[in-house]
């Protein structure tokens, strides 16, 4: 049976700190080919122009009065307010692309089992620092080689089905401190037996400009630690992603080339072992290179190789704190049963199970 086709949709966005990006975001949204019937603002603080965008037809701006209460709060607070069928997040710092809201849409609307589906980062990401080019390719690359059939989902740029968001309970607002509160909601939404897909085509131009020291604090303390707390509980499935098998070969492949270079001082052999394991590196990640030299130049290869190797071992090693247990297990969602989910695991002394850390970047 064709399901009923979606014909009111809503897009929330949750902004904070977020003048120099909301007007392009929301004209953006305004001038999509697929129209919003809704669209709702969350200001969380720190946006100086709010008071234009509320005058804005079309806009509905909710004003959280006090300390900044975070993402999943803001997305949680918008769904509330929407009487549509379909909720579409989009971070204030994307710009989307005209066909992006229909393509998610057509996704949904070819089965009504399809209960979420989220897009990608395009190329062209409006940066200036290199660390924030590759940062932003890392994740158009990482989401137009993902598999379609997702167990993940992106609230920069995602669809849901209202009524499968409140079955589940929302964003988890708790989780959302550690910015992978989308992630778990991915997890839940596939724990109640729903389709999440991944439509590459559907694009948005990203205007975070991360510097070095941003880019690792994300990474390491908002991502990687908390990801691998929700892998180690048991509560993700894995083999998607940045949980993909050439992701956790690049992990194994970062850390045997540490090694080999370190070695370089004791053997010869260290160092051919060295060039061997850096070689079979560069192959893995080739499509990710060429990218960062198509769109950077040389220079911006040079760091983004340098940068991404260190993303392996950071990575691998936040996995590695957690599963030795040097921090605090993760606490789970309310509603949520992280109980028989297979673990997604990204390093080599794991490397026969399903894995990795996954790179819903936000943001």
């Not at 080919?33 to 079309?58: C, F, Q």
């Not at 080019?133 to 167990?151: C, D, I, K, P, T």
């Not at 509160?181 to 991944?198: C, F, S, Y």
């Not at 908390?226 to 690049?250: D, F, I, K, M, Q």
Request: net charge positive.
């Amino acid at each position: 049976m064709t399901p009923a086709a979606i014909k009111r949709f809503a897009v929330i966005v949750p902004a904070y700190n977020a003048s120099k990006t909301i007007v392009d975001c929301l004209e953006a949204i305004l001038s999509s080919t697929r129209k919003p019937s809704e669209v709702i603002v969350y200001h969380d603080g720190l946006t100086d122009n709010i008071n234009t965008i509320a005058l804005v037809p079309n806009v509905r701006v909710i004003t959280n009065p006090g300390a900044p209460a975070g993402p999943a709060r803001g997305r949680n607070a918008g769904s509330r307010e929407s009487t549509c069928d379909v909720l579409i997040f989009v971070d204030a710092d994307v710009i989307v692309a005209k066909d992006a809201f229909g393509l998610l849409l057509d996704e949904m609307d070819n089965d009504a089992q399809i209960w979420a589906a989220f897009g990608s980062y395009d190329h062209a990401p409006r940066v200036t620092r290199l660390a924030a080019l590759y940062a932003n390719l890392r994740h158009h690359w990482v989401h137009q080689s993902g598999q379609r059939e997702a167990v993940t989902f992106w609230a920069g740029l995602g669809a849901v089905r209202r009524e499968a968001f409140w079955a589940v309970g929302g964003f988890d607002e708790e989780r959302g401190i550690s910015k992978i509160e989308d992630i778990e909601l991915g997890t839940k939404l596939k724990r109640g037996r729903g389709r999440i897909r991944l439509v590459p085509e559907a694009l948005g131009t990203h205007c975070k400009d991360w510097t070095i020291a941003q880019l690792w604090r994300t990474d390491i303390f908002y991502r990687a630690i908390p990801w691998a707390r929700l892998l180690a509980s048991g509560a993700c499935v894995g083999g998607h992603l940045n949980g993909a098998t050439r992701e956790r070969w690049s992990a194994v492949f970062a850390y045997l080339s540490l090694l080999t270079l370190a070695g370089c001082f004791l053997s010869v052999w260290a160092g051919v072992g060295f060039i061997f394991f850096a070689i079979l590196y560069l192959i893995l990640n080739r499509e990710l290179f060429q990218l960062l030299l198509r769109r950077g130049g040389v220079r911006a290869l040079v760091v983004g190789v340098m940068l991404h190797w260190a993303y392996h071992l950071y990575a691998s090693a936040a996995y590695m704190i957690v599963k030795l247990r040097l921090l605090p297990p993760a606490k789970t969602g309310a509603g949520f049963d992280g109980g028989n989910a297979p673990p997604m695991v990204p390093i080599a002394v794991d490397l026969a199970r399903s894995g990795g850390i996954c790179d819903n970047q936000r943001r």
